[in-house]
């Protein structure tokens, strides 16, 4: 079963990235780019939103797709993961729902952190973090 899920890659003004460190399955207690599951009905952009107001308490402008990956989950399940570059527009960074916490890391940070599976390489890839 594939689940369609959404994340948001958003930079501060000093070209840091947002993390959060998530609370539940999968990747408990990695770091990973917020974000979670498309609801039925729900566009990838209005999922970005929600998500992103969901877990670390910032309102986010949702920009174009940075890339896509699958990751596989528990019983069989690939998440079927789209990553969109969003720009904070308001609110307070707070971890919440789901993430244990949420901060803003610069790239030497990121690859120093215990971060979810193929999170390093996706970012890599899509030319966030330097090769």
Avoid: Q
Wanted: proline share 7%; charged share 20%; with cysteine.
């Amino acid at each position: 079963m594939r689940v369609r899920c959404v994340g948001g890659i958003v930079r501060d003004e000093a070209g840091r990235l947002l993390l959060i460190k998530r609370g539940h399955a999968p990747s408990a207690g990695l770091w990973s780019v917020p974000g979670g599951r498309v609801d039925p009905g729900e566009t990838d952009a209005a999922a970005v939103v929600r998500e992103m107001r969901e877990e670390t308490g910032l309102e986010v402008s949702v920009g174009p797709l940075v890339g896509t990956v699958d990751r596989p989950g528990a019983n069989g399940v690939v998440y079927e993961i789209h990553d969109y570059e969003a720009t904070a527009v308001g609110g307070v960074l707070a971890a919440g729902d789901d993430a244990a916490d949420a901060a803003w890391f610069t790239p030497a940070e990121i690859r120093s952190l215990p971060t979810a599976p193929g999170l390093v390489t996706a970012l890599t890839t899509w030319g966030l973090l330097p090769a």
